[in-house]
């Protein structure tokens, strides 16, 4: 049984810094692309950061770059995002997400095999 799950998430005053971490289990970790999305409250699921699976190939929406890196550690089957310079627009549930038998990350939800419960960010002003 495939298991992601993500840590890390709270408040946290504009400018602050998080680190989201999502372990998981039941699958070939290393044979992954891993991505991290967001959910805000009345928005459409949006793509945040994916990795390949060596960590030598990364994307990010616009809106983060600069200010998020995404990581993996593979011996540890973890995924990470730092995310520094918070923007109260940075507001929503945060995902992880496996993506199987990809060599390039994918930025589409509905192309991802296995989806984390979500953790909550909130960004004060």
Same mark, same amino acid.
């Given at each position: 049984?495939?298991?992601?799950?993500?840590?890390?998430?709270?408040?946290?005053? *504009?400018?602050?810094?998080? @680190?989201?971490?999502?372990? *998981?289990? /039941?699958? !070939?970790? =290393?044979?992954?692309?891993?991505?991290?999305? %967001?959910?805000?409250?009345?928005?459409?699921?949006?793509?945040?950061?994916?990795?390949?699976?060596?960590?030598?190939?990364?994307?990010?929406?616009? =809106?983060?770059? /600069? %200010?998020? !890196?995404?990581?993996?550690?593979?011996?540890?089957? !973890?995924?990470?995002?730092?995310?520094?310079?918070?923007?109260?627009?940075?507001? *929503?549930?945060?995902?992880?997400?496996?993506?199987?038998?990809?060599?390039?990350? =994918?930025?589409?939800? @509905?192309?991802?095999?296995?989806?984390?419960?979500?953790?909550?960010?909130?960004?004060? =002003?």
């Amino acid at each position: 049984q495939v298991q992601l799950v993500e840590s890390g998430g709270g408040l946290v005053q *504009a400018g602050g810094s998080l @680190r989201l971490s999502c372990a *998981a289990s /039941g699958l !070939t970790f =290393s044979r992954y692309v891993m991505g991290w999305f %967001r959910q805000a409250p009345g928005k459409e699921r949006e793509f945040v950061s994916a990795v390949s699976w060596s960590g030598s190939n990364t994307n990010y929406v616009d =809106s983060v770059k /600069g %200010r998020f !890196t995404i990581s993996r550690d593979n011996a540890k089957n !973890t995924v990470y995002l730092q995310m520094n310079s918070l923007k109260p627009d940075d507001t *929503a549930v945060y995902y992880c997400a496996a993506d199987w038998g990809v060599v390039v990350p =994918s930025t589409i939800p @509905r192309e991802y095999d296995y989806w984390g419960q979500g953790t909550q960010v909130t960004v004060s =002003s």
